[in-house]
T-cell receptor, first 111, second 113 residues
Framework: QKEVEQNSGPLSVPEGAIASLNCTYS??????FFWYRQYSGKSPELIMF????GDKEDGRFTAQLNKASQYVSLLIRDSQPSDSATYLC???????????FGTGTRLKVLA | SAVISQKPSRDICQRGTSLTIQCQVD?????MFWYRQQPGQSLTLIAT?????????ESGFVIDKFPISRPNLTFSTLTVSNMSPEDSSIYLC??????????FGSGTRLTVV
């Protein structure tokens, strides 16, 4: 069974700090990796995707992928209270249209 | 990215009844996906809806309980049939309009009493 694991949290960080969210996956055939943000009562919205090993930066967000370790992470720099949400990691395997979602990490940014 | 209109946004239903959820996409897409998100849980894929063919259901989900229609490339419905309190959940439709991940509808929050 293909799995995506995340620590459920909550992860609490002070405003202005770096929040580090982690995700591991079991399927070595996974090719595409996504981070979604979900505010309470809202649907998930895509914030980052990464396909290649290494880092990908977009504004305050950096996604990091290490396929050898089957590990993907999301760094949020200069965290703001508005970043408080649940962050879902999703993985898509090669040759499939299905995404496997982790259970999400709840982030709380303290003002 | 695609924009999806989903309705109703929420409903409270009596057990034993059925609810149909609609999703309209602003562009043509081959596949539409229906997910369930139970309280405090992640997203579980119910089925994949292709235009012109029967939906493909995931393990644990059956057509009699969750019939799906896909009459064209921009619209789909999911019906939750013979509801019980265990069906209380958020139901989401989504599409993969590019290689850059899913876009989700706004969700339907269903409470069965």
């Amino acid at each position: 069974q293909k799995e995506v694991e995340q620590n459920s949290g909550p992860l609490s960080v002070p405003e202005g700090a770096i929040a580090s969210l982690n995700c591991t996956y079991s399927d070595r055939g996974s090719q595409s990796f996504f981070w979604y943000r979900q505010y309470s009562g809202k649907s998930p919205e895509l914030i980052m995707f990464i396909y290649s090993n290494g880092d990908k930066e977009d504004g305050r967000f950096t996604a990091q992928l290490n396929k050898a370790s089957q590990y993907v992470s999301l760094l949020i720099r200069d965290s703001q209270p508005s970043d408080s949400a649940t962050y879902l990691c999703a993985v898509k395997s090669s040759g499939t249209y299905k995404y496997i979602f982790g259970t999400g990490t709840r982030l709380k940014v303290l003002a | 990215s695609a924009v999806i209109s989903q309705k109703p946004s929420r409903d409270i239903c009596q057990r034993g009844t059925s609810l149909t959820i609609q999703c309209q996409v602003d562009s043509q897409v081959t596949m539409m996906f229906w997910y369930r998100q139970q309280p405090g849980q992640s997203l579980t894929l119910i089925a994949t809806a292709n235009q012109g063919s029967e939906a493909t259901y995931e393990s644990g989900f059956v057509i009699d309980k969750f019939p799906i229609s896909r009459p064209n490339l921009t619209f789909s419905t999911l019906t939750v049939s013979n509801m019980s309190p265990e069906d209380s959940s958020i139901y989401l439709c989504s599409v993969e309009a590019s290689d850059y991940g899913y876009t989700f509808g706004s969700g339907t929050r269903l409470t069965v009493v």
